[in-house]
């Protein structure tokens, strides 16, 4: 053949023709598709997500309730679903947050703290609020126990029914443009090159066909779609020629999935019109950090909210020589007379309080270990108050002390009769019975019936006023004496950690070192460890001193 001659193209290496594979130039993808696509799935999937938590547990029994108001903030908090399970055994909701009709008003759901049980009736509180709520209810008229929380997913049905409009809008148009995002992103994945060139035909005599539409895929692909033309050498990746027949409708099925999942998004949103649990308030409250789950909410946001006239935490560490006042009115404590902080040892991290951060406490280690009011200004000896604190007694401590008290002189000790007076005091006896103890005319005292030197940390109360005087062990009362609702005429001091207890031996006390019926002024450290030392000037009920003990 001379070298004239036209001949034949040499089929390409992928297949086809030579000439009919030149590829189109690479069009440059753009990188604000790529980031909203990217932003896009991750709103939609994030929704689905939360949806799919809430509905889910449906399955095995569970009601979601979409919370309205704010009484358990902020640990739940509005727009939040609360999935509760069906629950008998009132023995497990001490404490607990269920899911209840309302006793006062009929229709309403409510979802607040168990706090109290007396009988068969149920006391419940929201953690929010400085009182308990004032009707009573009995295990038929709760709906569940809560026992998982989603955040936010229901403030959409929250905006709606409050008429929210706009924040309803704006969820509504960030659905969309999420969606939007997403669709054109996986057009431009799937975008493509423009017309195909025409094949030349496959021979003499043949009429040209429209070439197939091309898309690279990988030799996985290539089992599933033969090349055209002459196969390449084995293992050798190659563009391989796929029928238009099949790329368009895969396109088309791609976009409707699209369509489906976004259809899914709406349909599990409306599934979220379900009952409301309305955590309502019954009384304002500057409440601000509190929890769900009782052992884990705080503490110290409840005794603020009861407006406590004095409140150490005893969270100092180091050196410090000031116990800070967390009531906020600015009545701090000295440690020890001196201001020395050398009579203490600190307990960082291992305080009363496992939930709390920082959860410290200090340990009284000799007689001059005492905690003073700072003021120098005496104040009139109240005959409605509450005295609180958390203490810790090891085993093998004998020697009692007093915890919290009122007394004259604000440091050291002084002799009845001779300048000296103390009463309203919380005490330990040498066998770890705790004792309040009151003066008027005589002393007047009530005990816990056990001792409570045992190394773990309790919280004693002790309250006077016109229901008499009361005695709470961890919670619980264990004893009162309601003939007695006043203490000595006097003026005098706060203090934690020691004092005077000249006069209330026998039968003010068992066990060792008795401070004698009589004795001559003797003072009588508490040499073990406080913690949350407060003082109301008001007389606090049961139920709320319940309440403070299920939030430690």
Not at 30 to 41: C, D, E, F, I
Not at 95 to 109: A, D, H, L, T
Not at 127 to 146: E, F, Q, Y
Request: aromatic letters at 8%; hydrophobic letters at 40%; charged letters at 15%.
């Amino acid at each position: 053949m001379s070298a004239g001659t036209a001949q034949n193209p040499e089929p390409a290496q992928d297949g086809t023709h030579a000439d009919a594979d030149a590829a189109p130039p690479e069009q440059g993808y753009p990188k604000s598709r790529l980031w909203a696509g990217l932003v896009g799935r991750s709103w939609l999937w994030f929704i689905v997500g939360c949806l799919a938590i809430t509905l889910v547990p449906i399955l095995f029994g569970w009601r979601p309730y979409v919370v309205e108001s704010g009484s358990m903030v902020p640990r739940i908090h509005i727009g939040d679903v609360v999935l509760a399970s069906p629950v008998t055994d009132k023995a497990t909701v001490l404490g607990r947050v269920i899911v209840f009709n309302s006793p006062s008003k009929k229709g309403e759901i409510l979802t607040h703290r168990v706090i109290r049980i007396s009988g068969d009736q149920l006391t419940t509180k929201g953690d929010a609020n400085p009182i308990a709520d004032t009707g009573k209810i009995t295990m038929s008229d709760v709906r569940g126990l809560g026992r998982l929380l989603v955040r936010w997913v229901g403030l959409p049905l929250f905006w709606l029914q409050t008429r929210q409009w706009l924040l309803l809008l704006l969820f509504l148009a960030s659905l969309w443009l999420a969606g939007l995002a997403v669709v054109r992103d996986n057009e431009d994945d799937l975008d493509e090159s423009g017309p195909a060139p025409q094949d030349p035909g496959d021979g003499p005599g043949l009429p040209a066909e429209p070439r197939p539409t091309r898309t690279s895929v990988t030799l996985a692909a290539a089992r599933r779609f033969p090349p055209l033309g002459k196969p390449t050498s084995p293992g050798q990746q190659q563009a391989v020629a796929v029928p238009s027949v099949l790329v368009r409708p895969a396109l088309r099925l791609q976009r409707h999935g699209l369509l489906l999942r976004a259809g899914l998004v709406g349909l599990c949103a409306l599934v979220l019109l379900v009952p409301s649990a309305m955590a309502s308030f019954a009384a304002t409250t500057a409440s601000t950090t509190n929890a769900w789950v009782s052992g884990n909410y705080d503490y110290g946001s409840q005794v603020t909210a009861l407006g406590p006239y004095l409140y150490w935490r005893l969270d100092e560490t180091g050196t410090a020589t000031t116990a800070a006042d967390s009531s906020g009115n600015a009545r701090t404590g000295t440690y020890n007379a001196s201001g020395a902080a050398t009579y203490f040892t600190r307990l960082s991290g291992t305080g009363a309080l496992a939930g709390n951060s920082p959860n410290n406490a200090v340990t009284l280690v000799n007689a001059a270990s005492c905690i003073n009011t700072t003021s120098t200004t005496a104040i009139a000896a109240p005959n409605t108050l509450t005295e609180i604190i958390w203490f810790n007694a090891p085993s093998t401590y004998t020697s009692g002390g007093k915890l919290i008290g009122f007394e004259t002189p604000r440091t050291g000790i002084a002799v009845a009769g001779g300048g000296g007076t103390y009463d309203r005091h919380l005490y330990m006896d040498g066998n770890g019975r705790i004792w309040f103890g009151v003066y008027n005319g005589a002393t007047v005292t009530i005990s816990s019936a056990t001792g409570l030197n045992n190394g773990l940390w309790h919280m004693a109360a002790a309250t006077l006023g016109p229901t008499g005087m009361h005695l709470y062990i961890d919670g619980a009362q264990v004893a009162a004496n309601a003939g007695n609702t006043i203490g000595e005429a006097t003026t005098g001091w706060f203090r934690v950690g020691c004092g005077n207890l000249a006069g209330w031996g026998t039968p003010n006390w068992t066990g060792a070192n008795s401070p004698g019926a009589s004795s001559p002024a003797v003072n009588f450290p508490f040499l073990g460890s406080v913690d949350e030392a407060t003082v109301f000037m008001s007389q606090l009920t049961a139920a709320q001193i319940a309440a403070l003990y299920a939030a430690r």
